[in-house]
């Protein structure tokens, strides 16, 4: 049963002159002049109408009810602020890059961004975010929750734009189109990765033996190649690997299955290394 707002005003007189136990003394008004204050969280407001709606956040009563999806609210503020997800209205702009944001707290949110401001640290790993649901989406890694799945291979995911991204493997879906060469991509980070392709850079570099690469992800990569480390383990006979795909290429010597076929002797093959080396070495002398 939910609780009236205006029964937690005052315990016996509620008439909006006599609220005093939420009005602070002459010589206590603060510097906004908000002489009414909420019992339960203590924010000073500046009529009894502000009090008693900011009231309803905590009683949960909504008043107000959105005409496009019937969504309750309880203030009209709140609904208004609501309409935006139907008009598509952002009128909250970054004035640092122009980026427009529907809410307040969105721009404040994203202003992190361009501070580089990491307030939330995990207590497990004391890794850094930037957002609090940065930092819930990585504690998965540790709780190992994996809650959508493809209910194509049954592939477990943490979040639902990893399962997005993968269901292109399925759909052959390529909408990232590259302005240059035209060539279409599954997602906007490996556009992004071959649009560098076309400009030439390369802005990671390894302190050891100097190659650059592409991106921050190939450096990091490369790397295991100077310490030798190798933490992707084969959960069946506990072999270790450097990189994850090449575990994955493993996996078939157990599976014995073989997806990669060559297309001049129909041979089969677990990983397409093998097959490349194959044609390089069987069919590369061979006239077609």
């Not at 194509?152 to 943490?158: M, R």
């Not at 991204?165 to 060469?181: I, L, N, Q, S, Y």
């Not at 992004?192 to 190659?211: A, Q, R």
Request: aromatic share 6%; glycine share 4%.
């Amino acid at each position: 049963m939910k609780t009236d707002a205006r029964s937690l005003l005052t315990n016996d007189d509620r008439s909006d002159s006599n609220l005093n136990p939420y009005i602070t003394s002459p010589t206590n008004v603060n510097a906004g002049g908000q002489r009414f204050m909420c019992i339960i969280c203590k924010k000073p407001l500046s009529s009894s109408s502000r009090l008693e709606l900011h009231m309803r956040i905590h009683t949960e009563e909504k008043s107000v009810a959105c005409e496009i999806c019937t969504k309750q609210f309880s203030t009209k503020s709140y609904l208004k602020s609501h309409m935006r997800v139907h008009t598509g209205e952002k009128p909250f702009r970054c004035e640092i890059c122009t980026k427009q944001f529907s809410q307040k707290p969105h721009l404040k949110s994203h202003m992190i961004v361009h501070t580089g401001e990491k307030p939330f640290e995990c207590e497990i790993c004391t890794k850094q975010f930037s957002l609090k649901g940065n930092l819930t989406i990585h504690m998965k890694l540790h709780t190992g929750e994996q809650p959508v799945a493809c209910e194509i291979c049954t592939k477990q995911f943490s979040r639902k734009d990893s399962l997005k991204r993968h269901m292109t493997a399925h759909t052959g879906d390529k909408p990232f189109e590259c302005e240059v060469c035209n060539k279409q991509f599954s997602t906007k980070k490996v556009l992004k990765s071959h649009m560098i392709v076309h400009t030439g850079e390369n802005s990671f570099g390894c302190e050891i033996c100097t190659k650059q690469f592409s991106s921050k992800w190939y450096s990091k990569a490369h790397m295991i190649v100077h310490s030798g480390e190798k933490p992707c383990i084969c959960k069946i006979c506990s072999k270790p690997f450097s990189r994850k795909s090449t575990l994955k290429g493993h996996m078939s010597v157990h599976t014995d299955e073989k997806p990669f076929e060559c297309a001049i002797c129909n041979k089969q093959f677990s990983t397409k290394n093998y097959l490349k080396q194959h044609i390089m070495t069987v069919h590369s002398n061979k006239k077609h």
